[in-house]
């Protein structure tokens, strides 16, 4: 017989001879034989003989059983046979029984290996799409095969899915398809992306029958002990086993053991650590009765993250005594005073909220040893008179404020206030104590309580707390020349209490103009912008801060503008605009308003947003001399159908609250912005407002920018409704968003940070940073920060230059202006600069300009090979600049894929 390529043909061409034929292909698979022959064409043949004679399918099928019982199959002919089988069940679904048979005998066959395995799984899974009845068989099937040595992680990973499938469409084969999990999970060959797989799929079978909790924590107990687990599987384990205990709060105990075995690995990283303490918060939270157990657990952890580990140990304090909590430390621990100085800052929080918590690790930078010397009674004694205070002014009922402290998270008036509420908490705490009360009674005729306390400085030292006291007493509130009562200014007020610090002591006690003037007396070391350099020390910026937000007011020179800064709006001897980027006011509008909104303020937020967020700037109205007399932090939300702008508030300082030649200019900017700027919906928020809102209508808020976030905004709560064009143009959807490129401030390092994740190779992803960074960003203006270069320009080095992937080749070409703007830098800055780059990336592209006369370089040999095994030269350049490259370079925008060191 020559082949069954052959065989093949002569059965489609001569029907009659098939039944013969087969008898010769049966006696050919049994033989030894067969390994002079091709078994996957074997099987593609027969695969071609069932669509040809479809009669014949029986007969087939007793081949392919034949067949896979050969000793000379591999993983190709598997691979072929389960393909064809598959195709069988769905042109003759009368053969599943016997297709399944098939099956079974393929997987048990030691030849196989991943790949095959891989194959007889997704067919399988097709197999109980077409015949829902079929999936007891395949269970049994899937048994076998996951007994197989030869599965991968790729192939098991496979068998979950599958099996995900099959439990969703069949609920009532859980209690089976558990069983194989706990097969699944037993196999070496798993890694932790099956792993983490396996622990999505078992999160789904206890949310839908929660009644398997039972089974489902054995199931994880098997997997958390598989040594293939890592950060990312392990924190998907703490995920489901939260949602276990969630549905099934009598599996606590239950639950703690799984994280006992999950906790002593050593592959656990912030982020697993993070999911781990969330849920172990949760259960102290729901079963308080359960502390001791999980103080043991959280200290007897592989890695132990204290901050995070505070979180739930300050719950656990609550119910247990210090010494008790601290019996759990084993005196030979390496980290004995670690821990107990943990424990010890746990028992000192245990009755805070947990955003006060979080406030002060971050307020303290995670110092347990500091924090464990603190005493917070007085803070929450401060902060239980603000809410009663900020009640009485909204008109919420005591009983209603109060009830933060059980369940903040519940308490709309702490939500919406939490982010001056925590600060100034602390503040009042560090500088009255318990005399903040008759502070408040001083401050409350003449101001609001957020404006009582925004203000005041953190952070005093400690000889200086109770001279600062004594001068807010003293200044505070004051006679004025009509013999009326009233307070300073407390944008001056502010000044002074971030300057009390540096104050001498005989300059403490000199009269409040003395004082401010000497606050106002600042010089900058340095300072690229002198006009914002003399804003800044107008006032009270300190050395420190300077450079930082120097550099947010330098990155906004280049931020597109959402709306026209040329366009005014005059009512008699008033004028409204929005102020263009490089206004040095801008950031810090709440010195001329007596507000929050300023670099250093509650409201930085926004007022940072105003200057660099290419969806946000600042409204104001100043009077015939140029001083402002109003305004708003403005920002509009396109990501709807239509353009949406809000008026965070409407700051007026003095006189002018309330007066109604502010709300014509609104009036007046509202209409432009929904006739002539197309705008759908213009609002006004309603916090801590300064103009008469009474004749607009309540109407639904508009969201914040996604980009913002859940930061500072007077208008989280209610909106009111300024204008309306209810004809106003529908967005174009279809556009890619802008992108622009701009220089990096002091904030953009987290999201550099994300970037640098994503480009770069496991072991390659911390961003590098000089010591005295300048660089470029670049923007998108939905997204932030997508890609940026990282130089010093003293030291003439480029130390890290990284872009997303999607950016890379979008129709913006954004790398190549991005990789262009860095060369016009350098060329700038002159002289001979170094850097180190990756041979596959800006290795070429460098080449690749050198070549167009752009630049010259010198390669200085491998500085490093990266974690994939790519080089990294080190080389020194320079750009070319003359007349015959100006015009090239022009046109030349290399596309950059990458980083420096990619």
Known sequence: MADYVTLGNLIMKNPKAALSAFKSFKQVLKNDDSKNFSLAEAYKTLGYIIKGQPQLAK???????????????????????????GG??????????????????GVQNEKNNGDSLFDAYENLRFIVEEQPQSAKEVLEIFNVGLQNENNNFWSVGKAYETLDFIVKAQPQSAKEVLELFNVGLQNKNNNY?????????????????????????????VGLQNENNNYSSLGKAYETLGDIVRAQPQSAKKVLESFNIGLQNKKNTYSSLGKAYETLGDIVRAKPELSKEITYLVLNSESLDCPEALKILSPCSKKAKLDELLSQVNENDSQRQEKTNTLKAAYALRFSTVDELKYVLDKEDND?????????????????????????????????????????????????????????????????GCYFPSYIKMAEKHLSIHDAVYWLPEKLHANKKDSFASFVQRNLVYM?????????????????????????????????????????????????????????????VSEEQYKNFESVYKAGLSVPEPFDSSKE???????????????????????????????????????????????????VIENKDGRIISGSWVWENTEGKYRDVCFDNIEAIGDYEKNPVVNKIYDMVGKYLTNEASCHKVTIGVGYQDADISKYAPTESISLPQAYGDKYSDAKGQQVLLCENKHASELDKTAESKRFIRDICFLDEDAMDKVSEQCFPEGDQTLMMPDRPSGLALVDEYKGVVGYCLYDKDEKH??????????????????????????????????????????????????????????TYETHGVDREMSDGSKVYAVSFKPVSDERTAKRESNVAPSLHGSTRE
């Open 798 to 855: 480029i130390y890290d230059m990284a872009v997303l992937p999607e950016y890379r080749k979008d129709k913006n070409a954004s790398s190549g202006k991005l990789f262009a703007e860095t060369m016009r830098r350098v060329k700038e800055l002159g002289g001979e600069w170094h850097a180190e780059l990756r041979d596959k990336t800006t290795y070429r592209y460098l080449d690749v300009m050198a070549k167009r006369g752009l630049v």
């Open 368 to 432: 347990m040893a500091k924090i464990s010397q603190m005493r917070f009674s007085a803070q929450q004694r401060c902060m239980n008179v603000l809410m009663n205070e900020l009640g009485k002014e909204t008109g919420v009922s005591k009983e209603e404020s109060m009830s933060y402290r059980l369940a903040p998270d519940d308490n709309d008036l702490y939500k919406n206030n939490k982010d001056w509420l925590l600060p100034a908490s602390f503040k009042a705490a560090e500088i009255f």
């Open 88 to 105: 069988i069940i769905e042109e003759q679904p009368q053969l599943a029984k016997e297709v399944l048979e098939a099956f079974k005998l």
């Open 480 to 540: 004025n020349a009509e013999g009326k009562t009233v307070a300073r200014p407390l944008a001056e007020m502010e000044i002074i209490s971030k300057n009390w610090n540096s104050l001498k002591p005989e300059e403490e006690k000199l009269k409040y103009k003395d004082i401010l003037a000497i606050c106002r007396s600042k010089k900058y070391a340095e300072q690229e912008y002198d006009r914002f350099a003399a804003e800044a020390a107008k006032w009270g």
């Open 193 to 221: 992306s099956s792993l983490e797989k396996a622990y999505e799929i078992l999160d789904f079978i206890v949310k839908a029958q929660p009644q398997s909790a039972k089974e489902v924590l054995e199931i994880f107990n």
């Open 569 to 619: 709006f005059k009512f008699g001897a008033y004028t409204g605009r929005f102020l263009p980027r490089d206004d040095v006011r801008t950031g810090f509008f709440g010195g001329y308003t007596d507000c929050c909104q300023h670099f250093d303020g509650v409201g930085k937020a926004c007022a940072i947003s105003t200057i660099k967020d290419p969806y946000s700037q600042l409204f």
């Open 59 to 85: 007969e087939v099928l007793d081949s392919f059983n034949v067949g896979l019982q050969n000793e000379n199959n591999d993983k190709f002919s598997f691979m072929n046979a389960y393909t064809i089988l």
